[in-house]
């Protein structure tokens, strides 16, 4: 390995990995924290819930399929830095438009690989996510000023990461859909849904419009007053990154349409629901990212398979005693993966339902959400069931 090409990840904890860089060169600091997902890193690279993040993938080889202009989940990428355990040399895909490497020099974000990403992975899932430096500048500081570096760094703990990432004013979604198809679904033509956005996903947003439901997106921290000035029939709060105790000016509103207009979160956004509702968020030891976490539909007693990418999660207990029902739980490790309301109109999941790439068996959550918006009421475990089994039949 060159020594010009030389590139090095420091944790808070001391360990030092050295490979070799990739993308743009330059020094960054974040969270290390893991994705188990095989495919779809140009995805996870453009989530905005990884703002402020060194995001790590499990999977050996990464960059072998390149980026296309499609696949996009947002205007740009979001994670400080990127590790792999190798990086493809060449690209094959119909749809691709440039190798992994370019687009990170493009968005100058920095890269590293050749290092033992088991061994990384394995840390932090013993550890926990920790601060960290990656560094792939010319002159590399040596391990002892990077392991100093790292701990200087902001922790993710009460962080608020949503303010850079949230749009500056309101717009309307109307993407055109491309090639993008969905599948059978519940019509919801002529609604109107008011999206929060706290860095929204576009598939989320996709999901919404292919129903035919017209879009507004507004900021998180836009006044309840404002928001019914759209006159909506359902507000759709979410996903986002950084720590929702850090976020009261999103918590705000949201409490101010608590049973006024059928509301449905997603991610940060099942959070922020929750603290809205009077209960408690807490950090997970390394969170839940990947495209394979098991989660258990309590209503149907269906398990469900879901992509998830997130790092904090609601508190059971003060959930339950705020009126909130437990309705999906990750079988992992027991936390909260979604709740209804037992007498409001609103329902949300921690895991994403839009996945893409990912598994599809939660979009029915979508369909869902158009028959609450008709209703006003939040969908029986029953139609749950039904709504499920529509969707899965073939068109």
């Not at 960054?28 to 188990?36: I, L, Q």
């Not at 007693?301 to 999660?313: C, L």
């Not at 739980?329 to 996945?355: K, S």
Request: net charge negative.
């Amino acid at each position: 390995m060159s020594n010009v090409r030389v590139a090095k990840l420091a944790l808070e904890d001391g360990t030092v990995f050295t490979g070799e860089s990739f993308g743009h060169r330059g020094t960054v600091e974040g969270e290390v924290v893991f994705n188990t997902s095989m495919t779809g890193y140009q995805e996870i690279l453009t989530d905005p819930s990884y703002k402020g993040q060194i995001v790590t993938m499990t999977y050996p080889l990464i960059g072998n399929y390149g980026i296309n202009r499609q696949d996009m989940e947002s205007r740009q990428p979001h994670v400080a830095g990127f590790v792999v355990r190798e990086l493809a040399p060449a690209y094959s895909n119909w749809r691709a438009d440039m190798s992994l490497e370019a687009y990170l020099v493009q968005n100058q974000i920095p890269g590293i690989e050749g290092i033992d990403t088991r061994a990384l992975t394995r840390r932090l899932r013993i550890g926990g996510a920790m601060r960290g430096i990656l560094c792939t500048a010319e002159n590399v500081p040596d391990d002892a000023a990077l392991v100093d570096q790292a701990r200087k760094a902001a922790g993710m703990a009460g962080a608020d990461w949503v303010k850079e990432v949230m749009p500056s004013e309101p717009y309307q979604w109307d993407q055109d859909q491309g090639d993008w198809r969905l599948g059978r679904v519940e019509r919801g033509d002529g609604l109107h849904v008011v999206a929060l956005d706290c860095g929204a996903k576009h598939n989320i947003l996709r999901h919404l419009t292919e129903r035919g439901v017209k879009v507004t997106v507004l900021p998180p921290d836009t006044s309840t007053a404002e928001i019914f000035r759209h006159r909506p029939d359902g507000l759709f709060v979410s996903n986002g990154p950084g720590d929702p105790a850090a976020l009261d000016y999103a918590v705000t509103p949201i409490q101010g349409a608590l049973g006024k207009v059928p509301i449905f979160g997603i991610c940060l956004g099942h959070q922020l629901l929750g603290r809205a509702l009077g209960a408690t968020t807490f950090k997970l030891k390394f969170g839940h990212r990947g495209g394979n976490q098991p989660v258990k539909n309590l209503d149907t007693g269906r398990v469900e398979i879901t992509s998830q990418n997130h790092g904090f999660a609601v508190d059971q207990k003060s959930l339950e005693s705020k009126g909130g029902v437990v309705t999906h739980i990750n079988l992992n490790d027991g936390t909260v993966e979604g709740f209804r309301h037992r007498d409001l109109p609103l329902f949300c999941v921690q895991y994403h339902p839009e996945a893409s790439p990912g598994p599809h068996d939660a979009a029915y959550l979508f369909d869902a959400f158009m028959e609450m918006m008709k209703t006003k009421k939040p969908p029986t475990p029953k139609r749950l069931t039904e709504l499920q089994a529509l969707r899965e039949q073939p068109e």
